[in-house]
């Protein structure tokens, strides 16, 4: 067992604790509420666009543009952020980069007090494309936060239901927002939802710490459950610049970015214009839309946390190659079905019913991709799942102009076809994954 760093006084002396008290689940839940939050941030432009667009004189392609702004700060500033992770830990990485993004949210209600035009535009755009900035640590690092304190065998599950917390803020954010909208405009309501997010950070920089060994209430029976780890990249030789490289840039990594970049050009698609589509396409008022535009990220929720759950299973009774394809070679081509469904009902209730299990199949993948690539990265999990989703930020980037462009053309159903292409194309990638490979190098080369 390592031993905790001399820095680190509070790890100094480790008080007896029960063998039942497991503090890792109490970082987890702040973990988890730090997704919820970042979508809850997210999510809140997409439904007060509704009523920005009027107010500001904004066109929908302009509304695409803000939340590409929002991707492009997000997209290329993931694997520099899990480097900086690895680097300065987890604890004030998270904490800096959450304060951060609480000031990029709050400039959106604000600009147009003192912006108008062009001007209040580009504004706009800038906090956008600082909030994407702000929040690209939360999800590499966070795998990272997972790996140090929540035992492997437990990594899809957990990867899971993070992403059902995330989720979950997406899917209170358009009733919230919408209510909030209805009744003191979409100004007040971004503002005042924007600064709980306060609370959090002020506890996790209280309470937080990077790994296990530096909190003095995990007791070593909570330690012992950690290790050993099954990690061949972190063994000294592994750890050298090159080997980083063939790492993160080796055909598992690579081929899970892919089918992740694919997949979540769906996932951006649900997420980011349900609201619209229903308001647009289906002609439901705002508070319709509102409503029923949170059940898919409630599917999703759902679906996020089984998914985990069962991946570990299946990896328990399969083996780690099959155990993490198994869920997505199954979910995906339905995934695929359902967006055809979609478009092809007549009745808005349907179609939210098909959008809601697509989102929900969509969802159950989480813990796959990211538990593999932790499984293949070993220590360098931060710096991988960065690399992770910068494919999956770029199924954003390059998915809402186009959403964008054919939905303000009257073209929904096209972009839900593009939809179930994409989805097929990332079912058909994890044919090649193999999350136990570098397990089993690991043996040969002892």
Same mark, same amino acid.
């Given at each position: 067992m390592s031993a905790p760093s001399l820095g680190d006084a509070t790890a100094a002396v480790r008080a007896p604790r029960s063998a039942r008290l497991r503090?890792?689940?109490?970082?987890f839940a702040l973990l988890v509420s730090f997704g919820a939050v970042a979508y809850f941030q997210q999510k809140g432009v997409t439904v007060a666009a509704d009523k920005m667009m009027p107010e500001l004189s904004l066109s929908q392609m302009q509304i695409g543009w803000?939340?590409?702004?929002?991707?492009?700060?997000?997209?290329?500033?993931?694997?520099?952020?899990?480097?900086?992770?690895?680097?300065?830990g987890a604890r004030w990485t998270l904490t800096v980069a959450a304060l951060t993004a609480v000031a990029a949210t709050i400039v959106t209600p604000l600009a147009p007090i003192v912006l108008s035009g062009a001007a209040l535009f580009a504004g706009l755009f800038l906090s956008?494309?600082?909030?994407?900035?702000?929040?690209?640590? !939360?999800?590499?690092?966070?795998?990272?936060?997972?790996r140090a304190?929540?035992?492997?065998?437990?990594?899809?599950?957990? %990867?899971?239901?993070?992403?059902?917390?995330?989720?979950?803020?997406?899917?209170?954010?358009?009733?919230?927002?919408?209510?909030?909208?209805?009744?003191?405009?979409?100004?007040?309501?971004?503002?005042?939802?924007?600064?709980?997010?306060?609370?959090?950070?002020?506890?996790?920089?209280?309470y937080g710490r990077n790994t296990p060994h530096q909190h003095s209430s995990v007791s070593d029976a909570e330690l012992a459950e950690l290790e050993p780890t099954e990690d061949s990249a972190c063994s000294p030789a592994d750890q050298g610049f090159k080997a980083a490289v063939r790492l993160l840039l080796g055909r598992d990594v690579l081929l899970l970015t892919i089918s992740y970049l694919s997949m979540n050009?769906?996932?951006?698609?649900?997420? %980011?214009?349900?609201?619209?589509?229903?308001?647009?396409?289906?002609?439901?008022?705002?508070?319709?839309?509102?409503?029923?535009?949170?059940?898919?990220?409630?599917g999703a929720a759902l679906g996020a946390g089984i998914g985990g759950g069962v991946t570990d299973f299946c990896c328990s009774r399969l083996g780690l190659r099959w155990g993490y394809r198994l869920v997505?070679?199954?979910?995906?081509?339905?995934?695929?079905?359902?967006?055809v469904l979609a478009v092809m009902v007549g009745s808005a209730p349907l179609a939210v019913t098909a959008m809601?299990?697509?989102?929900?199949?969509?969802?159950? %993948?989480?813990?796959?991709?990211?538990?593999?690539?932790?499984?293949?990265?070993?220590?360098?999990?931060? !710096?991988?799942?960065?690399?992770? %989703? !910068?494919?999956?930020?770029?199924g954003g980037l390059i998915g809402i102009p186009i959403v964008a462009y054919l939905s303000g053309r009257n073209s929904w159903s096209a972009a839900f076809l593009l939809g179930a292409l994409c989805a097929a194309a990332s079912a058909a990638a994890w044919l090649s994954v193999d999350a136990g490979r570098s397990a089993r190098s690991s043996v040969g080369r002892a």
């Open positions: 503090i890792r689940w109490r970082i803000l939340q590409w702004a929002f991707i492009l700060g997000y997209t290329p500033t993931q694997i520099l952020a899990g480097h900086v992770g690895e680097r300065l956008q494309l600082t909030l994407g900035i702000a929040q690209s640590p !939360t999800f590499p690092v966070g795998a990272g936060v997972v304190w929540v035992p492997a065998r437990l990594w899809a599950f957990a %990867n899971g239901i993070q992403s059902m917390g995330l989720q979950l803020g997406a899917a209170a954010t358009p009733p919230v927002v919408g209510v909030l909208m209805q009744l003191f405009g979409w100004q007040r309501a971004l503002f005042w939802t924007a600064l709980p997010a306060l609370g959090l950070i002020t506890l996790w920089a209280w050009y769906v996932y951006y698609l649900l997420g %980011n214009w349900s609201f619209l589509y229903l308001r647009q396409e289906r002609h439901l008022d705002v508070i319709e839309s509102a409503w029923l535009s949170a059940l898919p990220p409630l997505p070679l199954i979910s995906l081509p339905l995934v695929a079905a359902l967006l809601t299990l697509c989102y929900f199949l969509v969802e159950l %993948n989480e813990g796959p991709f990211w538990a593999a690539t932790m499984r293949v990265a070993g220590a360098r999990t931060m !710096t991988a799942t960065g690399v992770l %989703n !910068t494919g999956g930020a770029l």
